[in-house]
T-cell receptor, first 115, second 113 residues
């Protein structure tokens, strides 16, 4: 059973470009979460999605950031017009409510560098 | 706003010693998670604590939860070098599972021979 998959693992963008980060949850998991980790910091919750629905986006910046989890395919975190402050590691996690306690399993992360 | 505080944030200890990491949180929750992160790596789930008084042990690590005090501890017994990592505690927003997690800042643990 493959774990949570993220790609790309490393992404370099120049200021003003767009960044697209992909996440495929574990098989059987229908809940996806995105977190951002700045150097030497803990993870900050960004958004929680189920298939075709955004459940909680209270941690998402109001501008330039968006997320989706379509019926088919991976979840996508999109950052438009990136700035240097967007440089961070972005982790995706998935869970299944059927486990009974919502334990989240994390992917390997995408390390975004904005030049 | 839910706040999660860990202490200490940095800990250097010798092999063979015992130590405890503390995790306090600000609002009611019955679910607390401990994760381990090695440098440049993802997070590995260590423990899920689901109720008041829960205690779980895996090897040299033992975690406990006191929901009344809003406190969890991660105890390290007879530390070995392989346990060097950053340890995070996390609490889910609603306390009911299937929600975004709020993380502490992490405890950077270095175990020296």
């Amino acid at each position: 059973n493959a774990g949570v998959m993220q790609n790309p693992r490393h992404l370099v963008r120049r200021r003003g470009q767009e960044a697209r980060l992909r996440c495929s949850p574990m098989k059987g998991h229908s809940h996806v979460y995105w977190y951002r980790q700045l150097p030497e910091e803990g993870l900050k919750f960004m958004v929680y999605l189920q298939k075709e629905n955004i459940i909680d986006e209270s941690g998402m910046p109001k501008e330039r950031f968006s997320a989706e989890f379509p019926k088919e395919g991976p979840s996508i975190l999109r950052i438009q017009q990136v700035v240097r402050g967007d440089s961070a590691a972005y982790f995706c996690a998935s869970s299944s409510i059927q486990t009974g306690y919502g334990e989240q399993f994390f992917g390997p992360g995408t390390r975004l560098t904005v030049l | 706003e839910l706040k999660v505080e860990q202490n200490p944030l940095f800990l250097s200890m010798q092999e063979g010693k015992n130590y405890t990491i503390y995790c306090n949180y600000s609002t009611t929750s019955d679910r607390l998670y401990w994760y381990r992160q090695d440098p440049g790596k993802s997070l590995e789930s260590l423990f899920v604590l689901l109720s008041n008084g829960a205690v779980k042990q895996e090897g040299r690590l033992m975690a406990s939860l006191d929901t009344k005090a809003r406190l969890s501890t991660l105890h390290i017994t007879a530390a070995v070098h392989d346990l060097s990592a950053t340890y995070f505690c996390a609490v889910d927003h609603s306390g009911g599972g299937a929600d975004g997690l709020t993380f502490g800042k992490g405890t950077h643990l270095i175990i020296q021979p």
